[in-house]
């Protein structure tokens, strides 16, 4: 008696569990679909993912389902009530596996698509990028070589020789400059030259305060790193985008053999079992 009782309340169990994993999957199909946006390749990037991700719920709960029909079966003084679910599971088993193996080619398709749009908006905004600092380059060379400019730079030179011209002079100025960590590298290393050979400061000052030069190396390091962020971003994206389809790809194709053989499979053999009931009744 309690085998009997324990052998119902299993097959029940699992029975009503595997109705409802795959239930619940439906429901999340019908949940996902919406807002229903088949045109758009990240829609459906997005609603194959989680129906890849998800897609092992319902073959669970097939599995659940036969387990309790089976254990059932096992009880012949337990009447058979009820509707038999197993074929429409079947049915239902290989619809699924004909929806996921669509998902395969159709999944990769669309990531290439969306890296491919994604690569080249990196590419237009770099190409952007470029053309602002060319034109900011191309300005600041203009204001540069007026003659508002021209004097500015004049300006500035006079007052930066008068300045080391100075420090120079005075070896205790000329010691703390040099020993100084607020003082730069670049003033530093002209001290140095000018105290050795004080004929070549106007010279060295006019390297260190040619505006159009630093604006072009400035310029040129801006240039440098705009080109490998592109790159980074490009193959980041490339490399996201492989991950990606070939996870949920593989996934989806495991997902369709899995669900093609248990629904063929399954289908076949009811169908082999009822024509032998068939053939014994007839006799």
Same mark, same amino acid.
């Given at each position: 008696?309690?085998?009997?009782?324990?052998? +119902? $309340? *299993? @097959?029940?169990?699992?029975?009503?569990?595997?109705?409802?994993?795959?239930?619940?999957?439906?429901?999340?199909?019908?949940?996902?679909? %919406?807002?229903?946006?088949?045109?758009?390749?990240?829609?459906?990037? @997005?609603? +194959?993912?989680?129906?890849?991700?998800?897609?092992?719920?319902?073959?669970?709960?097939?599995?659940?389902? %036969?387990?309790?029909?089976?254990?059932?079966?096992?009880?012949?003084?337990?009447?058979?009530?009820?509707?038999?679910?197993?074929?429409?599971?079947?049915?239902?088993?290989?619809?699924?596996?004909?929806?996921?193996?669509?998902?395969? #080619?159709?999944?990769?398709? $669309?990531?290439?698509?969306?890296?491919?749009?994604? +690569?080249?908006?990196?590419?237009?905004? !770099?190409?952007?990028?470029?053309?602002?600092?060319?034109?900011?380059?191309?300005? !600041?060379?203009?204001?540069?070589?007026?003659?508002?400019?021209? @004097?500015?730079?004049?300006?500035?030179? @006079?007052?930066?020789?008068?300045?080391?011209?100075?420090?120079? &002079?005075?070896?205790?100025?000329? &010691?703390?400059?040099?020993?100084? #960590?607020?003082?730069?590298?670049?003033?530093?290393?002209?001290?140095?030259? !000018? &105290?050795?050979?004080?004929?070549?400061?106007?010279?060295?000052?006019?390297?260190?305060?040619?505006?159009?030069?630093? *604006?072009?190396?400035? *310029?040129?390091?801006?240039?440098? &790193?705009?080109?490998?962020?592109?790159?980074?971003?490009?193959?980041?994206?490339?490399?996201? *985008?492989?991950?990606?389809?070939?996870?949920?790809?593989?996934?989806?194709?495991?997902?369709?053999?899995?669900?093609?053989?248990?629904?063929?499979?399954?289908?076949?053999?009811? $169908? $082999?079992?009822?024509?032998?009931?068939?053939?014994?009744?007839?006799?």
């Amino acid at each position: 008696m309690i085998n009997r009782f324990t052998t +119902v $309340n *299993a @097959a029940r169990t699992l029975t009503v569990a595997g109705i409802v994993l795959m239930l619940s999957f439906l429901l999340d199909v019908f949940v996902l679909i %919406f807002p229903f946006q088949p045109t758009d390749s990240r829609w459906q990037i @997005a609603l +194959v993912t989680a129906l890849v991700d998800r897609g092992i719920v319902p073959m669970v709960g097939l599995g659940m389902l %036969f387990t309790g029909y089976w254990i059932g079966s096992t009880d012949d003084s337990e009447p058979k009530q009820g509707i038999d679910l197993r074929f429409p599971s079947l049915i239902l088993a290989s619809i699924l596996g004909f929806i996921f193996l669509m998902f395969f #080619p159709l999944h990769l398709n $669309n990531v290439r698509q969306v890296s491919a749009q994604r +690569v080249e908006k990196i590419s237009q905004d !770099a190409e952007q990028a470029e053309t602002q600092l060319k034109n900011r380059l191309s300005q !600041a060379k203009a204001q540069l070589s007026s003659e508002r400019g021209k @004097a500015q730079i004049e300006q500035l030179r @006079a007052r930066t020789k008068t300045q080391l011209a100075e420090i120079l &002079k005075d070896e205790a100025k000329y &010691k703390q400059a040099l020993e100084s #960590p607020q003082v730069p590298q670049a003033v530093k290393d002209v001290l140095k030259k !000018a &105290k050795a050979n004080p004929k070549e400061l106007d010279k060295l000052i006019n390297q260190q305060t040619d505006p159009l030069t630093t *604006a072009q190396r400035n *310029a040129d390091l801006e240039l440098n &790193k705009i080109r490998s962020n592109k790159e980074r971003l490009e193959q980041r994206t490339k490399q996201d *985008a492989w991950k990606t389809g070939l996870r949920t790809g593989l996934s989806s194709l495991l997902l369709s053999v899995g669900y093609i053989i248990i629904g063929w499979s399954g289908l076949r053999g009811m $169908n $082999n079992s009822s024509s032998n009931k068939r053939k014994a009744t007839m006799r």
